[in-house]
């Protein structure tokens, strides 16, 4: 079993990142990213709150020449971030295991194979799922910065936040969760 790497430099790993209201780069406006790999070397990350309104699950099978049957489920297409937006990456709940997956933490793995869609489409996918084109990526030292700019503000995860929870309510719900009222949060820092 392959586990992200997951030093104290990396204490990212694992949590989720809020994109915080005064955020300027429109593709992570409201987002709620997790991130699946942090350390040394930069961050990878997958938008869980955001789909893709261009492609769904059974176009991108039958473009892939994968066939469906009656156990498939209708499962939405994510926008997983700006990087190789081409590439698919399903986040997953542990149950499912592939030796390519990347297992973050004992609750969640990340899977970046035909296979893991295979899988899906025939109903012998994992129980929890999100299936995402693309992901996040930061470089040595640029999430750091970006939190010091307070572009960003990191929660724990849970499974409810994952997977449970609709996309539209999740950036609400886990800075609720965090007890953050979001109408006291201003845009800009004043001075004093």
């Keep these: ?7 104290e430099e990396s204490s990212f790993v694992g949590q989720v990142l809020l994109a915080m209201p005064a955020m300027s780069d429109p593709r992570f406006e409201r ?4 991130v699946c790999a942090h350390n040394a070397e930069g961050a990878m990350g997958i938008v869980i709150n955001k789909t893709l309104d261009s492609i769904d699950f ?3 099978l039958d473009e892939l020449d994968i066939p469906t049957d009656e156990k498939s489920q209708d499962i939405a297409v994510h926008f997983g971030g700006p990087v190789e937006n081409q590439r698919g ?13 990347l297992f973050v933490d004992e609750k969640v793995g990340l899977t970046a194979t035909v296979k893991v869609l295979r899988d899906l489409a025939s109903g012998d996918g994992p129980a929890q ?16 910065s970006e939190f010091q700019e307070n572009a960003w503000l990191s929660v724990p995860a849970s499974d409810a936040l994952l997977f449970e929870i ?3 309510d999740k950036w609400e719900r886990a800075f609720n969760s965090i ?8 845009g800009s820092s004043g001075r004093a």
């Design 1 to 7: 079993m392959t586990t992200a790497d997951n030093t």
């Design 31 to 34: 987002s709620v990213i997790y």
């Design 58 to 60: 059974h176009e991108l």
């Design 89 to 101: 990456f399903v986040l997953h709940s542990s149950d499912y295991q592939h030796s390519e997956t």
């Design 129 to 144: 799922s999100i299936l995402a084109l693309g992901y996040a990526g930061w470089g040595p030292g640029q999430l750091e």
């Design 166 to 168: 609709a996309n539209d």
């Design 179 to 186: 007890g953050v009222d979001l109408s006291v949060l201003s």
